[in-house]
């Protein structure tokens, strides 16, 4: 898989340290990122499914030293 074709899109929050993750979907695919609900530890897409329902696609990032999730993902 060539990440860097146009056959394909990567979607990620942009902040000042590195995005912890990402979405990456095929551009023949009617994607939207969900800005609202992502961060540089959460990734929130919504997919169009041919038939017209749509369904919700999350990368999240859990950090290993900690018990629980953040605030923002509970």
Not at 38 to 65: C, F, M, Q, W
């Amino acid at each position: 898989m060539d990440l860097g074709s146009a056959n394909y899109q990567i979607l990620y929050t942009v902040c000042n340290g590195k995005p912890r993750t990402c979405i990456v979907a095929k551009s023949n695919l009617k994607i939207f990122f969900c800005t609202q609900y992502s961060s540089p530890d959460l990734t929130v897409v919504r997919v169009e499914l041919p038939d017209g329902k749509n369904i919700n696609i999350a990368s999240v990032y859990l950090h290993g030293d900690k018990d629980a999730p953040s605030a923002e993902m509970v």
